[in-house]
């Protein structure tokens, strides 16, 4: 099989060096522990919303002046 040659000064002695600075460091430190446990918040999501709908004719401007269009009330349209 036919090698690439490969360019010139492609891993000079200062990489080695600075390699073999860097394998020292990393064989002296001490290993890394797996987590004894994970916190875990007691409430995740807030609970469904249960008052009545929001006022569309209030939130539209609002709506309007950061870039977004109010299609209609969430949920299947009616009739169906």
């Known amino acids: ?3 690439r040659p490969r ?4 891993c000079s002695q200062g990489t080695r060096a600075a390699a073999a600075r ?14 004894t446990s994970i916190v875990v918040p007691s409430v995740g999501v ?3 919303h249960d008052g ?3 006022d569309v004719a209030k ?3 609002i709506a309007e002046r950061n870039g977004f ?3 209609g009330p969430p949920g299947p349209p009616p009739g169906r």
């Not at 360019?7 to 492609?10: E, Q, S």
């Not at 860097?22 to 987590?35: C, K």
Request: charged residues 10%; proline residues 27%; hydrophobic residues 55%.
């Open 7 to 10: 360019a010139k000064g492609w």
């Open 52 to 54: 009545p709908p929001p």
């Open 22 to 35: 860097l394998a020292a460091i990393v064989a002296s430190m001490p290993p890394r522990r797996a987590a």
């Open 1 to 3: 099989m036919l090698e």
């Open 59 to 61: 939130l539209a401007p």
């Open 46 to 48: 807030p609970p469904p």
């Open 69 to 71: 269009i109010i299609m």
